[in-house]
C-alpha cells in the first residue's frame, strides 16, 4: 500500500509529519486513533485526530491533508445505509 508523509496539529503529536496509508482513493482516513498505554494497569488513553483540508490553493482546492486533534476523543463508527431508507411520517 502508499503512504502519505501526513502533518498532525495540536495534541500530543503536534508539529510531527508521519506517514500514514492511504486507501484506493488516495486519501488517509477520516480520523486517526493512537493509543498510548498507561502505567498503572488501565485501559489505554486513546487520542483522535480528524482529517482536514490541507493547504489551499489560489483557486481555493485542497492540497493534500493534515489531522488536527480532537478534544473530545469520539472516534466516528460504521456507517449504516439505514437512516437513508427510513419512512417518513406525515402526507
Given at each position: ?5 501526513t ?13 500514514v ?13 493512537i493509543?498510548v ?55
Open positions: 500500500m502508499r503512504s502519505e508523509n502533518p498532525f496539529v495540536g495534541g500530543p503529536l503536534d508539529g510531527r509529519v508521519l506517514p496509508l492511504v486507501g484506493a482513493t488516495g486519501q488517509p482516513p477520516k480520523s486517526y486513533e493509543p498505554p498507561n502505567d498503572d494497569g488501565r485501559p489505554p488513553t486513546v487520542h483522535v485526530y480528524r482529517r482536514v483540508p490541507g493547504r489551499v490553493g489560489r483557486l481555493g482546492l485542497p492540497s493534500g491533508w493534515r489531522y488536527e486533534y480532537d478534544p473530545e476523543g469520539q472516534a466516528p463508527g460504521p456507517r449504516t445505509l439505514r437512516g437513508l431508507f427510513r419512512r417518513r411520517s406525515g402526507g
